[in-house]
């Protein structure tokens, strides 16, 4: 299975895990984690598709250290091309209002030659603590704790169907309530 094909599965996964409303039935950390991951995607999209990236690097190479996202680590790999090239596309298609202009890694927050480990992660631009905590939580739990990233992938692209149905929802029903005034038509 290609990389557009692992992305397009764990969005039908995630389909069905928002349909069948199975959120519940995650490891409470994974889901803590994610949740607020999401929670703050507003100002920190490249955050969610550099994780995204990351799952998906680490289900077609297995044996990757995807804390290791940049070709001058040793044992390092390129994100950005992978983002460039499959996450974004596929977060324009699926995620619009989430997705980046060109890569999750042009931001300062991931470009930078910062492994993304506990030890090394702690230097990350990213301006809340919590936020990179929950980030690096994702990776620790993905290497060192072996947890699946199909797993991840499609909880994180659940929590995004679920957050871009409820954007919809608010927009249709602004749309509904102005149309009285004759405003969004």
Sequence with gaps: ?????ILE??????????????FREFDTSLCENVDF???KIGS???IVSALATSLLKKITNPEQDIRLHRTDFENGYSARSLDTK?????????????????SAFLTLSTRERIKWNK?????????????KR???NVFEQIEDGNANPRVYLNYLFA???ALSSKDELIFQLAKKQSGRSGVLK
């Design 134 to 136: 929950s980030f690096l």
């Design 86 to 102: 499959v996450v974004t596309p596929f977060f324009k298609r699926h995620f619009p209002k989430y997705a980046n202009k060109e």
């Design 159 to 161: 929590k995004l169907q």
């Design 44 to 46: 920190n999209k490249s």
């Design 9 to 22: 599965r764990a969005y039908l996964e995630a389909q069905k895990i928002v349909s069948e409303n199975s």
């Design 119 to 131: 030890n090394e992660g702690k230097n990350l631009k990213i301006r809340s603590k919590a936020l």
């Design 1 to 5: 299975m290609n990389e557009k094909e």
């Design 37 to 39: 991951l999401i929670d």
